[in-house]
């Protein structure tokens, strides 16, 4: 049986990993580099604890919110 375990290590090589103060632009090209491929950004805090993650949809909705915003 393969276990998540024996995969690991490839995949850690691939992480991303932000701060929760990292700027949207940080996101935006970490998720843009095509050497990692990465779909997703690990958010963590200042003890490294994931608290969440980002994907290239929630930059593009907070743009998209920022913009109909100033339209206004």
């Not at 050497?35 to 805090?45: I, Q």
């Amino acid at each position: 049986m393969i276990l998540v375990k024996h995969i690991l290590e490839p995949a850690r090589k691939r992480l991303a990993v932000l701060s929760q103060q990292a700027s949207l632009f940080d996101a935006a090209q970490i998720l843009a580099n095509q050497d990692t491929h990465t779909p997703l950004a690990v958010v963590c805090d200042s003890d490294g604890i994931a608290v969440g993650v980002i994907a290239p949809i929630h930059i593009v909705n907070v743009l998209a919110t920022a913009a109909s915003t100033r339209a206004r």
